[in-house]
């Protein structure tokens, strides 16, 4: 694990201080992985996200009485949940009653199970396939839910959104969002690979199973299922193949146009 570090830092050495500088800040204290705000990066046009108005997580069904406590604190009454039906209902959300959840499950109806992602680790270039054609293939339906609560939520609450590891689906909407509101490239990379170091304990539990499983090395199966930058540029690059521009494909799919651009820039950087 300390070689991922390593190759994080190296991948992306603007980590050091727009993530792990700030990570008592960023990271939320409560039982769930990954949890964190988007808030404090600057943005090409000298503005900053506003701190305590959105946040991504991995799976929230492990949150204790105390957890719902400081969320109610902190606003957080929108949830949008992107895991698959089945996947949502085996880990169903701990929720305080007044919170306004949605299940929007595009593209996470099949996610392989352990046999089948042996064999797709074996194939290699499995997260590559994830975040290119099938990233832009569900990219709509997926994530509209989560820009319509963006732009009629309560100014005075926050949203949260997340899926299982919180850092593939969780990670592309999040580019999306940051991309919106201008935050420079490298910035939202870094923002993205940083689930890596946050998920650190729940990779290592993880990718020694699927070695064994596979008979690959555990650094093969590292190499197969870590984050990297280039993931997320093979995600908008499949966007701007398939749509001719990121903007074109929030116009069309997430109807977000100049308009409501607009008011995400007002609504969340400062």
């Known amino acids: 694990m300390k070689k991922i570090i390593i190759a994080i830092v190296l991948l992306t050495p603007v980590i050091a201080s727009a993530q792990l500088a700030d990570s008592s800040k960023r990271l939320v204290p409560v039982n769930a992985a990954n949890f964190r705000d988007i ?4 943005t090409t046009d000298g503005k ?12 929230i069904n492990k949150l204790t009485d105390a957890d719902l406590l400081l969320l109610d604190k902190k606003g957080i009454r929108t949830v949008v949940d992107f895991r698959g039906t089945k996947e949502a209902a085996a880990a169903p959300d701990r929720l305080s009653k007044n919170t306004d959840y949605t299940l929007s499950p595009a593209g996470s109806e099949n996610l392989p199970d352990a046999a089948q992602m042996v064999a797709l680790l074996k ?13 832009a293939k569900y990219a709509g ?72 499983m596979s008979g690959l090395t555990v650094e093969q199966v590292e190499n197969e299922m870590v984050l990297k930058p280039d993931l997320l540029r093979d995600f908008f690059n499949e966007l701007k193949k398939q749509y001719g521009s990121v903007e074109n494909f929030l116009q069309q799919e997430l109807a977000i146009g100049p308009k409501e651009i607009a008011q995400l820039r007002a609504d969340y950087t400062k």
């Open 48 to 59: 900053e996200v506003v701190w305590g108005k959105v946040y991504r997580s991995a799976a």
């Open 123 to 135: 194939q290699g270039g499995f997260l590559g396939k994830m975040y290119g054609v099938d990233g």
């Open 39 to 42: 808030g404090g990066y600057k």
């Open 141 to 212: 339906d997926r994530f509209r839910s989560l820009f319509m609560k963006l732009l009629t939520v309560d100014k005075k609450e926050a949203v949260l959104y997340h899926c299982t590891g919180g850092r593939d689906r969780t990670g592309m909407a999040t580019a999306l969002l940051l991309y919106i509101l201008k935050v420079p490239q490298e910035t939202i990379e870094a923002d993205y690979v940083a689930s890596n170091i946050y998920l650190a304990k729940a990779n290592k539990d993880m990718f020694a199973p699927l070695a064994k």
